[in-house]
């Protein structure tokens, strides 16, 4: 089956195209038959706890079970802690783009280049509409959406970001466009 990410427009580039709780529930076998064949990740709490490094057992497994699939796997991570992103993504032996800037464009197309991938194979899994999803649609690629990890986080995310992420995960789950 050949992936059709449907372009988003308007208000839709902020709406995912898959959920998911956690990380650890999103099928590769799903995302395999979507001849999706590179993942950008997310590092905050996508990955780990907002600024924090201990990766649970259960995302290790999923990791793992992602390379042994075939996926080429990069961390995209807006955080300014570069040693962090750059010790984790080392911990994973997966390549890292740190400063990202997402929304931005350039951050994808960097990611896309260490991944060796076209934007058609590609998916992004984040916790925030307005950096991973906004900037996965921007940049043509299937965006999956999972919860926080945990409720800590930036503060700038907590109290300009979060209100009207969750006025518009309501507005998108009214409409039918979000599975949970
Ligand atoms: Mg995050």
């Not at 924090?52 to 497994?61: N, P, R």
């Not at 965006?143 to 945990?150: Q, Y």
Request: proline share 3%; with cysteine; aromatic share 6%.
């Amino acid at each position: 089956m050949k992936n059709e990410v449907s372009r988003r427009r308007g208000l839709m580039l902020c709406c995912p195209h898959q959920t998911a709780q956690e990380i650890t529930q999103i099928s590769l076998v799903d995302l395999k038959s979507r001849s999706i064949a590179a993942v950008i990740l997310d590092l905050d709490n996508t990955l780990v706890r907002w600024q924090q490094e201990d990766i649970s057992e259960d995302v290790l497994g999923w990791i793992q079970q992602a390379k042994e699939l075939g996926f080429a796997l990069c961390i995209l991570s807006n955080s300014f802690s570069g040693h962090r992103v750059k010790r984790m993504a080392e911990r994973l032996n997966v390549p890292f783009v740190r400063r990202a800037k997402k929304p931005g464009r350039a951050g994808f197309q960097q990611a896309f280049r260490l991944l060796g991938c076209r934007a058609e194979e590609a998916a992004i899994i984040g916790d925030q509409l307005f950096t991973d999803i906004l900037g996965g649609n921007r940049a043509g690629i299937h965006t999956i959406l999972v919860n926080p990890i945990h409720s800590r986080e930036f503060l700038y995310t907590r109290i300009i970001s979060r209100p009207p992420e969750r006025m518009l995960i309501r507005h998108f789950r009214r409409l039918g466009h979000m599975n949970h």
